[in-house]
């Protein structure tokens, strides 16, 4: 639509990031858990917001959207997009798999993904011409979200449609959970190089003070143990550390190693 799109990150609670998407002038916010700094950021640029979109319904990424619809002072209201299947009250347009968000201002085009699983209305959002993905807490750098509502075999099925997205997807995620994650992902794949060269890089982020949220698609095939579950070095990480007694099928696995990382210190 147009090639002149910003990302804002902007940093809330412990660990969260919100996003915003803007052109200079209209703006879009996803999961906006906390209204302050989102409206101190808006304010900051000057930017009108023209939308709000949301993943989940967890407070942390809802929170602000009382407050935020409340500043606004004109009409018409701010739309508000969110999944149909996670119950919501301030949804004012509910979404299915494959809907599609127009919005003029600021202008992009997001195709919605349902990915049950962290809860079971979860939905991502991707903008098919930028190749931006933003995917709440079902996908993190390194890691994966917490199955609190679906199944083990419904979250490995939603990441399993996160991962046929382009390699060169940038993954906004809602938390900064990286170094964390990696660190576990390094005790399943002590071999993997391509693991060992991202921590360096990452820790190198976070040493700096920098985020290390967007995460790429193709990185995350790389190094993210969620994604490699197939993979015969993820399963002999999972045999020789005692979480299967043998193989078994992929969804068996999946929630042996997410067990595994809800208990490591
Ligand atoms: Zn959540």
New binding site residues.
């Given amino acids: 639509m147009n090639n002149s799109l910003t990302m804002l990150t902007v940093p809330a609670f412990q660990d969260n990031y919100l996003w915003i998407i803007h052109n200079g002038k209209h703006a879009v916010v996803v999961d906006p858990g906390d209204a302050t700094p989102i409206l101190h950021a808006l304010a900051q640029h000057k930017l009108i917001l023209s939308a709000i979109l949301l993943t989940?319904h967890?407070a942390?990424?809802i929170g602000g959207v009382p407050e935020l619809l409340a500043s606004n002072t004109e009409l018409p209201p701010i739309p508000v997009y969110g999944p149909a299947n996670d119950n919501i009250p301030a949804i004012t347009h509910p979404l299915h798999e494959g809907n599609i968000v127009h919005l003029p201002e600021p202008g992009i085009n997001l195709s919605v993904i349902e990915v049950p699983g962290?809860?079971l209305g979860h939905i991502a959002y991707f903008a098919p011409e930028e190749h931006w993905l933003f995917c709440?807490?079902t996908l993190f750098a390194g890691g994966c979200?917490r199955i609190f509502e679906g199944t083990p075999a419904q979250m490995l099925s939603s990441l399993d449609k996160l991962v046929g997205l382009p390699d060169d997807t940038l993954v906004f995620c809602a938390h900064e959970y990286t170094m964390g994650n990696l660190r576990f992902a390094e005790t399943v794949e002590p071999d993997n190089q391509q693991l060992a060269q991202r921590i360096a890089v990452e820790r190198a982020k976070r040493d700096r003070g920098q985020p290390t949220v967007p995460t790429q698609i193709g990185l995350e095939k790389q190094t993210n143990p969620f994604l490699r579950i197939r993979e015969p070095s993820v399963i002999a990480g999972l045999l020789k550390h005692q979480k299967i007694d043998a193989s078994a099928d992929d969804a068996t696995n999946f929630y042996a190693l997410r067990e595994w990382k809800n208990n490591f210190a």
């Fill in positions: 989940h967890h942390d990424h962290h809860t709440g807490d979200g």
